[in-house]
Structures are given as structure tokens and as C-alpha cells.
């Protein structure tokens, strides 16, 4: 082993645990363009889930006589969206929190680096 303070900071540098160097590169990814993205496709999947569904219940509705029974069914209906769009905000803070936090921990390596077996 070399005894150079330099290659012992080196060795230490390449070893599990320490954040890798382009930590910030990565946060500045996440925070722009992957979160965002994510998000999106997200909401875009139930927003489109939601209006099929209402489109649905329309077309129900439609062959429905009794007007008390429509207004039932459509009351029925929105109440069930306002607790699915709750759900949703909270599988998207779920999915932004764990997209954040994974951009700051550094992922452990299966072998140690090459420089890391030297020291």
C-alpha cells in the first residue's frame, strides 16, 4: 500500500458510501426534466383514465328514465373522482420525493472499484 496522502483520499473517494461527484448533475436532472416528465405522464394517464370513466357514465346515463337516479349516479360518480384525484396527488409526492431523494444517495456497487483494491 502506498502510504501518499493523495492516494489514500483517492482510495477512500472510490469506496461505498461516499456521494459520487456528479450528485449535483444528477439532483439538477431530476429537479428539470425527470420529476416533471414523470409527473406529467402521470397525471395525463389519469386525467385520461377519469374522462373515459365519465364518458362511460354519461353514456349510462343516457338510457336512464328517473332524473333523481341521474343526479344520484352523477353525484356518486364526482365524489368517487374528487377521492381518486386525493389518491393521485398522493402517489405523484410519493413518486417526486423518492425521484429526489434517489438523485442524493449513491447507489452501492457490487465490486469495489479498480482503485479501491490497490489501497
Not at 414523470?38 to 328514465?65: I, K, N, Y
Not at 389518491?87 to 405523484?92: D, P, R, S, V, W
Amino acid at each position: 500500500m502506498n502510504d501518499s496522502v493523495m492516494f489514500q483520499g483517492l482510495a477512500r473517494a472510490l469506496t461505498a458510501g461516499t456521494p459520487p461527484v456528479a450528485w449535483p448533475f444528477a439532483m439538477w436532472k431530476n429537479c428539470f426534466v425527470d420529476c416533471p416528465v414523470a409527473v406529467t405522464s402521470h397525471l395525463q394517464q389519469f386525467v385520461g383514465r377519469q374522462m373515459q370513466e365519465q364518458v362511460q357514465l354519461f353514456t349510462e346515463l343516457s338510457h336512464e328514465q328517473n332524473p333523481s337516479a341521474l343526479m344520484t349516479r352523477e353525484a356518486a360518480f364526482l365524489q368517487q373522482a374528487a377521492l381518486a384525484w386525493n389518491n393521485e396527488m398522493l402517489e405523484i409526492a410519493e413518486m417526486v420525493q423518492s425521484r429526489l431523494l434517489s438523485a442524493t444517495q449513491m447507489e452501492q456497487p457490487s465490486e469495489p472499484a479498480p482503485f479501491a483494491r490497490a489501497a
